[in-house]
């Protein structure tokens, strides 16, 4: 395993530093399982859409961002870091901002509150850039999200062959809908299983993993990619292939042999068929 700059500094601390140094680690532990809390919150609450579940990931993102700040603070040296991926965001909130001043926004009351959905979901992101970068934070967060990924598609398996289109076998869509796991439309649930499916692809493929669980990881891959046929929907089906053959040219690239994007590709296809298969 790689040393990260991180990992360096803990060691090479003074004493004097070192309480310092134990705090910051232990608020930046619980920010990094609230942030990951939160990012499994949102697909749990049917996708975040409705007003109590919209509350609880604004407030719940506000309160992670204000652990972060602290843990800064607590450190002996508080700095702050700031990356090139922090810049679209910030446009994009300059943006809204200007139209809010000026009133120049369509529809004010519709623009503020998707302003605060935007603020919440790049207070995540601007601090998962900062508190995931050591080897270890990285490693917790890819098994978090792969095994949540295996959760979400075992209680969508689950859920598509024991209930008559209910969310959690109780809740009748008002509206109706495709009801594929917690969400209303069956394309949302594929766009979440091809956010999730490549930590657990990515992972089966580490040296540094243990066989079993690179076993365990490629099984969750196998599941996750199923229900994305499991759930008929044409385009996360459309999506998932362009996904492989992203996948495929990138593992080329770095390895410059053809073994292991002739694996993934036979890999992934075997799954697409038995998919199509259930499916069918």
Request: some cysteine.
């Amino acid at each position: 395993m790689t040393t990260t700059t991180e990992q360096v500094r803990y060691s090479a601390a003074s004493p004097a530093e070192a309480p310092y140094l134990r705090a910051e680690r232990k608020l930046r532990t619980v920010a990094c399982y609230g942030t990951i809390a939160l990012l499994m919150f949102g697909p749990l609450a049917f996708g975040a859409v409705e007003a109590w579940s919209t509350l609880v990931l604004e407030l719940g993102s506000a309160a992670v961002f204000a652990l972060w700040v602290v843990s800064r603070l607590a450190a002996s040296r508080p700095s702050l870091h700031l990356r090139i991926v922090h810049l679209p965001p910030m446009l994009f909130l300059a943006l809204v901002g200007v139209q809010l001043i000026f009133g120049t926004t369509a529809y004010r009351y519709l623009t503020v509150t998707e302003f605060l959905k935007y603020v919440a979901y790049a207070l995540v992101f601007f601090i998962a850039t900062d508190l995931f970068r050591t080897d270890r934070e990285m490693r917790r967060l890819c098994l978090a999200l792969a095994a949540f990924g295996f959760a979400m598609a075992v209680f969508g398996c689950l859920q598509q062959f024991t209930s008559d289109e209910k969310l959690y076998w109780t809740r009748t869509p008002r509206f109706g809908g495709a009801v594929y796991g917690p969400y209303v439309n069956r394309n949302h649930y594929a766009g979440l299983m091809e956010l999730l499916i490549p930590f657990a692809l990515v992972g089966s493929f580490k040296l540094d993993l243990s066989a079993s669980k690179r076993v365990v990881l490629g099984f969750a891959t196998v599941l996750m990619t199923t229900t994305i046929f499991l759930c008929q929907s044409r385009g996360g089906m459309v999506a998932f292939a362009l996904q492989c053959v992203f996948v495929a040219v990138v593992l080329l690239v770095r390895s410059r042999s053809t073994v292991p994007a002739l694996t993934v590709t036979c890999a992934l296809l075997l799954t697409v068929g038995l998919g199509l298969w259930l499916s069918s």
